[in-house]
C-alpha cells in the first residue's frame, strides 16, 4: 500500500518560516491535501489539491508537490499555528485514503 | 455551511458492533460528488481512514478494516452510518465522519466522537 512519510516534529521561533514535508513515492503524480489539527479540535483543511488555500485561510499557508516530496510552508509562524499537520492523497491504484503519521509543529 | 454531527454509544463491548450516525445539515447527502466517509484517531495518534460512501451506493473501504465495516446512507434523513463489527480494544479511537470532494479532500468534518471498548 502507499505509504506518506512525515518528520514527526518540527520547532522554530515566531516569524520564522516552517516547511513541513510529506514524502512518497512520485508523490508528484498525486493530489496532496493538508490539515491543521490543534488539541481537542477536529482537523482543518488549510491546503488543497497542491496549493489551494480554501476561504478563510491565512495567505501565510502555501503548498507545493514535486518529484517524491510536498511540502507544507507557513510563513511569518504564529503561537497560533501550534498544531499537528496530516498530509493526505487518494491512492488511485488501491482506491485508497491514505494520511501521513503527522507533524506536531511547536512554536517556541 | 454544511455540518456534520456524531452521534452513537460511547462505550462498546468486545465482539460487539460499534455503530454510529453521522447527520448532515446544510446541504444534501445525495447532491454532488460527495463521499461521506469515517476517518478514526486513537490517542496521541494520526489519522485513520475507514471508509467512504457515495449516495449511489458505492463504497470503498480501508483494507485493514473491510472484513469488519460496513459504511451505509439514508437519504431520507439526511444520514450516513458506521458499523464496526467484532471490535477489540484496538478499536477504541476518537471517530470523525466526513465529506470527501470526490477524490480529493475532506472538506468539512464532524466534531467527533470518542467510542471506548471495554467490558
Known amino acids: 500500500s502507499y505509504v506518506l512519510t512525515q518528520t514527526p516534529s518540527v520547532s522554530l521561533a515566531p516569524g520564522k518560516t516552517a516547511t513541513i514535508t510529506c514524502g512518497g513515492n512520485d508523490i508528484g503524480s498525486k493530489n496532496v491535501h493538508w490539515y491543521q489539527q490543534k488539541p481537542g479540535q477536529a482537523p482543518l483543511l488549510v491546503i488543497y489539491?497542491?496549493?489551494d488555500r480554501p476561504s478563510g485561510i491565512p495567505e501565510r499557508f502555501s503548498g507545493s508537490n514535486s518529484g517524491n516530496t510536498a511540502t507544507l510552508t507557513i510563513s511569518r509562524v504564529e503561537a497560533g499555528d501550534e498544531a499537528d499537520y496530516y498530509c493526505?492523497?487518494?491512492?488511485?491504484?488501491?482506491?485508497?485514503?491514505?494520511f501521513g503519521g503527522g507533524t506536531k509543529l511547536t512554536v517556541l | 455551511q454544511v455540518q456534520l454531527q456524531e452521534s452513537g454509544p460511547g462505550l462498546v463491548k468486545p465482539s460487539q458492533t460499534l455503530s454510529l450516525t453521522c447527520t448532515v445539515s446544510g446541504g444534501s447527502i445525495s447532491s454532488g460528488d460527495h463521499y461521506w466517509s469515517w476517518i478514526r484517531q486513537t490517542p496521541g495518534k494520526g489519522l485513520e481512514w475507514i471508509g467512504s460512501m457515495i449516495y449511489s451506493g458505492s463504497t470503498d473501504y480501508n483494507p485493514s478494516l473491510k472484513s469488519r465495516v460496513s459504511i451505509s446512507v439514508d437519504t431520507s434523513k439526511n444520514q450516513f452510518a458506521l458499523k464496526l463489527r467484532s471490535v477489540t480494544a484496538a478499536d477504541t479511537a476518537r471517530y470523525y465522519c466526513?465529506?470527501?470532494?470526490?477524490?480529493?479532500?475532506?472538506?468539512?468534518w464532524g466534531l467527533g466522537i470518542q467510542v471506548t471498548v471495554s467490558s
Open positions: 493526505q492523497v487518494w491512492d488511485g491504484s488501491t482506491d485508497q485514503v491514505v
Open positions: 466526513a465529506r470527501k470532494e470526490g477524490f480529493g479532500d475532506f472538506d468539512y
Open positions: 489539491y497542491d496549493s
